[in-house]
């Protein structure tokens, strides 16, 4: 069982960035962070590889935000630049048994509580 902890949400103005970070309990496989907007179903933001060498975000955010992972550590990152206040929701970092990257939440097995970013106009 992996327990994964988010941390570094907050309220940030447009144009600002925010990094995440999500702490595992022991590592694992392939990481990614999604996020749920108000209202809205949960959707993909980024993944990466247990090898760090595949990443792929989701159109919305490719070129803004980008995801890293220091196995040594068991964390991942995701640092987010460029925020705009549609990128505000809860983001969620989750885990998965296999090592190959994926872009839907159905491939993982482990989730974290979320962390909040607020991003104003």
């Known amino acids: 069982q992996v327990q994964l902890v988010e941390s570094g949400g907050g309220l940030v103005q447009a144009g600002g960035s925010l990094r995440l970070s999500c702490a595992a309990t022991?590592?694992?496989?392939?990481m990614g962070w999604f996020r749920q907007a108000p209202g809205k179903e949960r959707e993909f933001a980024a993944t990466?590889?247990?090898?760090?060498?595949?990443?792929y975000y989701a159109d919305s955010v490719r070129g803004r935000f980008t995801i890293a992972r220091d196995n040594a550590k068991n964390m991942v990152y995701l640092q987010m630049n460029s925020l705009k206040p549609e990128d505000t929701a809860v983001y969620y970092c989750?885990?998965?048994?296999?090592?190959?990257?994926?872009?839907?939440?159905?491939?993982?097995?482990?989730w974290g509580q979320g962390t909040q970013v607020t991003v104003s106009s």
């Open positions: 990466i590889s247990w090898s760090g060498v595949s990443t």
């Open positions: 022991s590592s694992s496989g392939a």
């Open positions: 989750a885990a998965r048994r296999l090592r190959v990257a994926s872009t839907s939440s159905r491939e993982y097995n482990y």
